[in-house]
Nanobody
Framework: VQLVESGGGLVQPGGSLRLSCAAS????????MSWHRQAPGKERELVAV????????NYADSMKGRFTISRDNAKNTVYLQMNSLKPEDTAVYYC?????????????WGQGTQVTVSS
């Protein structure tokens, strides 16, 4: 099983980034996918979740209206479009795959990608 995030980097406040997470080794379309982030000295927090077929999404309050999660099951990839970025969005962003039923057994994480918002 592999989850490989990409697309992170340094961006100015107000800018945009698109993160990607390429999945392999499991039945991608059967898993709930999500993005999480962890800032220095803080706990990891949920950013956004997308259902197996991509029809349902949910966001943390501070990301609503700025971030968009989506997935392409044909490409086994989940995305996070981040707009209007703020310095407080600086964190390592992680991709997660969780089986909707057997989530205690099938719960996978990527290695993370750094996002830094700074002028």
């Amino acid at each position: 099983v592999q989850l490989v995030e990409s697309g992170g980097g340094l961006v100015q406040p107000g800018g945009s980034l698109r993160l990607s997470c390429a999945a392999s080794g499991f039945s991608f379309s059967s898993y709930v996918m999500s993005w999480h982030r962890q800032a220095p000295g803080k706990e990891r927090e949920l950013v956004a979740v997308v259902s197996e077929a991509g029809r349902s999404t949910n966001y943390a309050d501070s990301m609503k209206g700025r971030f968009t999660i989506s997935r392409d099951n044909a490409k086994n990839t989940v995305y996070l479009q981040m707009n209007s970025l703020k310095p407080e969005d600086t964190a390592v962003y992680y991709c997660n795959a969780k089986h909707p039923i057997s989530y205690k057994k099938y719960d996978y994480w990527g290695q993370g990608t750094q996002v830094t918002v700074s002028s």
